[in-house]
């Protein structure tokens, strides 16, 4: 989708170098790419450091942006790779480690009762490595290919890491919902 | 193609967003500045500031001068120096002095010995003349010999015991040499650094260590000629400076090894009454200086400045607990340091340096670090940075006894991204 003209203005005024432009900007974005990341860290601190990267590199990379593209697309994947560096360099080998886990039939589990902070709660317990395939497949939208590409990992160790991360997420929402009854009991 | 359950997760994070805190756009628009070059001021003023700040830092450490003995203008006499036998330090009469006895075996550990010291040394009534051998054009003429003495094992039984102690615990000086990051070590930055510091003082200390033998010696001489105010020795802080270059490579996210190579100049001010002829000439003496090189004189009290001089390599590792434009970081690691020279310098002599062999030092010796340092980018390559910390010896510097020296530090850095 090609950027609408409000953005290439804007694009175009941050390549000035209009300071108020630069804001801008990123009152338009931040707000997203924050909640992106976050659900990546663990932190709301760590995921500050990862957006406030994502805009320096944004800024710095605007001349050369592709207008053909979607510019929030473009944010948000630099987003995203700036969030799985850190990660990798946080936890480097321990990303991909599996303890075993008991596996139960999944089922597709009603999200509507619960706000967005709930849920990102759910996803940051998840381990680093099936947290990070879990925000890419689920959510962000990308294939098993495109995440073992991204991440330098088998398809196979995707696909592993997802079923993982499902396991655990209907495990802990399941828990939620018994301990609401219990309360409403 | 995703499922119900993909597009469910979707559906229920759709359009999220969060409300960033008031920092970001700062941090954000600081690294604009940086980018566009327009801070330049700023730069400046740090720069300033710092260099301030590390000039000064010295000046507030404060002065803990000591007197070994009070001072006195009575002239007294010639004391020359040949080595014993047995390797250690001897003092004995002069050969145009009446009479050569020397003080054998006596040590701290042996009291009724040291205690008998006095019924061997020969009193001194009056100034003999044609005592000082012709050196050099200096005034011979202010020179008063000591007739006798014996240094080799003397304890401290003609000193006071305050004294004594204080001669284990005088002051050195330290700097930890210091590196810093530019950025997160996300970048994976090398790092570059020129380092300049200096300050504090140490609250024990092996620089005095070796000389404390030689200067019982000449009091013991004074003491038993009845002279006892006659060796003055007066030691206080003086300025410390380090200047080196170093690397650091980021090893985690918060987490970098750093090294380096840099001169470290530890200095002591102080006041003397006596010299040492040499064969270049009459040189002061303090109670570092070894006095087997020749003749020591007494005479009118004169300054001088102590420097001991060492090569210093650095290795440390360093933790961001605050990892912003503004850095705080912990640190720790352990410096190797190697010891060129000790000098002695007065405006009245000669200047004299010394291998450590001579004075008695270590030529290598660790010491752990351990520090604190906040730092500011100035610009896309450039950072600068204070520090301060602590510096604890792990191997005594002084071969003959066990001094661990320890300080308080403060220094400025200067970073530049090499990639």
Same mark, same amino acid.
């Given at each position: 989708?090609?950027?609408?003209?409000?953005?290439?203005?804007?694009?175009?005024?941050?390549?000035?170098?209009?300071?108020?432009?630069?804001?801008?900007?990123?009152?338009?974005?931040?707000?997203?790419?924050?909640?992106?990341?976050?659900?990546?860290?663990?932190?709301?601190?760590?995921?500050?450091?990862?957006?406030?990267?994502?805009?320096?590199?944004?800024?710095?990379?605007?001349?050369?942006?592709?207008?053909?593209?979607?510019?929030?697309?473009?944010?948000?994947?630099?987003?995203?790779?700036?969030?799985?560096?850190?990660?990798?360099?946080?936890?480097?080998?321990?990303?991909?480690?599996?303890?075993?886990?008991?596996?139960?039939?999944?089922?597709?589990?009603?999200?509507?009762?619960?706000?967005?902070?709930?849920?990102?709660?759910?996803?940051?317990?998840?381990?680093?490595?099936?947290?990070?395939?879990?925000?890419?497949?689920?959510?962000?939208?990308?294939?098993?290919?495109?995440?073992?590409?991204?991440?330098?990992?088998?398809?196979?160790?995707?696909?592993?890491?997802?079923?993982?991360?499902?396991?655990?997420?209907?495990?802990?929402?399941?828990?939620?919902?018994?301990?609401?009854?219990?309360?409403?009991? | 193609?995703?499922?119900?359950?993909?597009?469910?997760?979707?559906?229920?994070?759709?359009?999220?967003?969060?409300?960033?805190?008031?920092?970001?756009?700062?941090?954000?628009?600081?690294?604009?500045?940086?980018?566009?070059?327009?801070?330049?001021?700023?730069?400046?003023?740090?720069?300033?500031?710092?260099?301030?700040?590390?000039?000064?830092?010295?000046?507030?450490?404060?002065?803990?001068?000591?007197?070994?003995?009070?001072?006195?203008?009575?002239?007294?006499?010639?004391?020359?120096?040949?080595?014993?036998?047995?390797?250690?330090?001897?003092?004995?009469?002069?050969?145009?002095?009446?009479?050569?006895?020397?003080?054998?075996?006596?040590?701290?550990?042996?009291?009724?010995?040291?205690?008998?010291?006095?019924?061997?040394?020969?009193?001194?009534?009056?100034?003999?003349?044609?005592?000082?051998?012709?050196?050099?054009?200096?005034?011979?003429?202010?020179?008063?010999?000591?007739?006798?003495?014996?240094?080799?094992?003397?304890?401290?039984?003609?000193?006071?015991?305050?004294?004594?102690?204080?001669?284990?615990?005088?002051?050195?000086?330290?700097?930890?040499?210091?590196?810093?990051?530019?950025?997160?070590?996300?970048?994976?930055?090398?790092?570059?650094?020129?380092?300049?510091?200096?300050?504090?003082?140490?609250?024990?200390?092996?620089?005095?260590?070796?000389?404390?033998?030689?200067?019982?010696?000449?009091?013991?001489?004074?003491?038993?000629?009845?002279?006892?105010?006659?060796?003055?020795?007066?030691?206080?802080?003086?300025?410390?400076?380090?200047?080196?270059?170093?690397?650091?490579?980021?090893?985690?996210?918060?987490?970098?090894?750093?090294?380096?190579?840099?001169?470290?100049?530890?200095?002591?001010?102080?006041?003397?009454?006596?010299?040492?002829?040499?064969? &270049?000439?009459?040189?002061?003496?303090? +109670?570092? /200086?070894?006095?087997? #090189?020749?003749?020591?004189?007494?005479? @009118? %009290? *004169?300054?001088?400045?102590?420097?001991?001089?060492?090569?210093?390599?650095?290795?440390?590792?360093?933790?961001?607990?605050?990892?912003?434009?503004? &850095?705080?970081?912990?640190?720790?690691? +352990?410096? /190797?340091?190697?010891? #060129?020279?000790?000098?002695?310098?007065? @405006? %009245? *002599?000669?200047?004299?340096?010394?291998?450590?062999?001579?004075?008695?030092?270590?030529?290598?010796?660790?010491?752990?670090?351990?520090?604190?340092?906040?730092?500011?980018?100035?610009?896309?390559?450039?950072?600068?940075?204070?520090?301060?910390?602590?510096?604890?010896?792990?191997?005594?510097?002084?071969?003959?006894?066990?001094?661990?020296?320890?300080?308080?530090?403060?220094?400025?850095?200067?970073?530049?991204?090499?990639?």
């Amino acid at each position: 989708m090609p950027i609408s003209n409000l953005e290439h203005e804007l694009i175009q005024k941050c390549c000035d170098g209009n300071r108020t432009a630069y804001r801008k900007f990123y009152e338009f974005y931040a707000g997203e790419l924050l909640a992106i990341a976050f659900r990546y860290m663990k932190t709301k601190q760590e995921a500050e450091d990862v957006v406030q990267e994502t805009f320096i590199k944004a800024f710095k990379n605007l001349a050369s942006f592709n207008k053909q593209a979607s510019l929030k697309t473009w944010l948000v994947r630099i987003a995203i790779n700036t969030a799985l560096n850190t990660l990798r360099k946080q936890h480097n080998s321990q990303l991909w480690n599996v303890d075993e886990f008991e596996d139960i039939e999944l089922s597709v589990l009603p999200l509507d009762n619960y706000n967005y902070a709930e849920l990102v709660s759910f996803i940051q317990q998840l381990p680093v490595g099936c947290r990070s395939v879990f925000n890419l497949y689920a959510i962000e939208g990308y294939s098993h290919k495109e995440i073992a590409d991204l991440l330098s990992i088998s398809q196979g160790t995707s696909k592993s890491q997802y079923h993982r991360a499902k396991i655990l997420l209907q495990k802990m929402i399941v828990s939620e919902e018994t301990r609401t009854k219990l309360k409403i009991l | 193609m995703k499922g119900l359950y993909e597009n469910n997760w979707q559906k229920a994070v759709e359009g999220a967003k969060i409300e960033p805190s008031a920092a970001l756009w700062n941090n954000i628009a600081s690294n604009l500045d940086m980018e566009k070059g327009r801070n330049y001021w700023v730069t400046l003023l740090m720069i300033a500031a710092t260099v301030t700040l590390a000039f000064s830092f010295p000046l507030t450490i404060g002065d803990s001068a000591f007197k070994l003995r009070q001072h006195s203008s009575q002239p007294v006499a010639q004391l020359d120096a040949v080595n014993s036998s047995n390797g250690g330090t001897s003092l004995a009469f002069n050969e145009n002095n009446v009479e050569n006895k020397s003080v054998s075996n006596l040590n701290s550990e042996n009291n009724k010995e040291a205690n008998s010291t006095q019924n061997h040394l020969i009193s001194l009534t009056e100034k003999p003349q044609n005592t000082l051998p012709a050196i050099s054009t200096h005034d011979d003429s202010n020179f008063y010999p000591i007739k006798e003495a014996k240094a080799q094992g003397v304890g401290f039984e003609f000193l006071n015991w305050d004294t004594a102690l204080q001669l284990a615990n005088l002051n050195s000086y330290y700097i930890i040499p210091y590196f810093m990051p530019l950025k997160k070590s996300e970048d994976r930055n090398l790092l570059a650094s020129l380092n300049m510091g200096t300050g504090s003082s140490s609250t024990s200390s092996g620089l005095f260590s070796n000389a404390t033998e030689r200067v019982e010696a000449m009091s013991l001489s004074a003491k038993s000629d009845n002279f006892s105010n006659v060796v003055e020795q007066s030691e206080s802080k003086g300025a410390a400076f380090y200047i080196g270059a170093g690397i650091e490579l980021p090893i985690g996210s918060r987490w970098s090894l750093l090294t380096g190579l840099g001169y470290l100049a530890q200095k002591a001010e102080g006041v003397n009454n006596v010299v040492i002829a040499t064969e &270049k000439g009459y040189q002061p003496l303090s +109670i570092y /200086t070894p006095i087997g #090189l020749g003749s020591v004189f007494l005479n @009118e %009290s *004169y300054r001088y400045t102590l420097t001991n001089n060492y090569i210093s390599v650095p290795t440390a590792i360093k933790y961001s607990i605050i990892n912003r434009k503004v &850095k705080f970081r912990a640190g720790a690691g +352990i410096s /190797t340091d190697f010891m #060129l020279n000790h000098a002695i310098n007065s @405006e %009245s *002599y000669q200047k004299a340096f010394y291998k450590p062999s001579e004075v008695d030092y270590n030529p290598i010796a660790l010491s752990g670090l351990v520090n604190f340092d906040v730092s500011y980018n100035i610009n896309k390559h450039y950072s600068i940075a204070l520090e301060t910390g602590v510096r604890k010896g792990v191997t005594p510097i002084d071969k003959n006894k066990d001094f661990y020296p320890s300080s308080f530090t403060g220094g400025i850095v200067l970073l530049y991204k090499i990639r």
